[in-house]
């Protein structure tokens, strides 16, 4: 006898009964790397669109805090990213309105600087200290251990 597989729908002929239904939260999460292009808007709050490839522009408004995150991270940093989250908003001809944005700034560290190095320019001798293993047995003194030879 052969199994059937179960038939799938399109987004819009889908029907999911409202008991089978949990309520969930969307958010969203943008990773960027440059400085945006803002425009000033009500009481210093700053404005700008991120482009998130095609028909994916995302409208954000933060406040002059918020911003003034950004604008250190660009002047104190040589290379840093930053985290945008929010919720998903209002729908515009290109994309969405970021709702209650928030970031969080990140300095990026060059990936070639991982060995330091002694004050002589040769690299330092000590390797990563391991952590003693959890489950291994203490070593008995040597007083305590038998002779097995006799």
């Given at each position: 006898m052969q199994k059937r597989r179960p038939r799938?729908?399109?987004r819009e002929e889908a029907f999911i009964p409202a008991k089978m239904t949990i309520p969930g939260k969307l958010e969203i999460s943008i990773k960027i790397n440059t400085l945006p292009d803002s425009q000033t808007i009500d009481n210093g709050w700053k404005s700008f669109t991120i482009d998130c490839g095609?028909?994916?522009?995302i409208s954000v408004t933060v406040r002059p805090k918020v911003w003034k995150k950004l604008e250190e991270a660009h002047v104190q940093f040589p290379q840093w990213v930053a985290s945008i989250?929010?919720?998903m908003g209002a729908a515009t001809k290109q994309g969405f309105v970021l709702e209650q944005p928030n970031i969080q700034?990140?300095?990026k560290k060059a990936k070639g600087?991982?060995?330091p190095e002694q004050s002589n320019g040769?690299?330092?001798q000590n390797?990563?200290?391991v952590p003693p293993d959890p489950f291994a047995r203490?070593?008995?003194?040597a007083s305590e251990k038998r002779d097995l030879t006799s």
């Open positions: 799938l729908y399109n095609e028909r994916r522009m989250g929010g919720q700034v990140f300095e600087a991982s060995a040769q690299p330092s390797p990563k200290s203490p070593a008995k003194p």
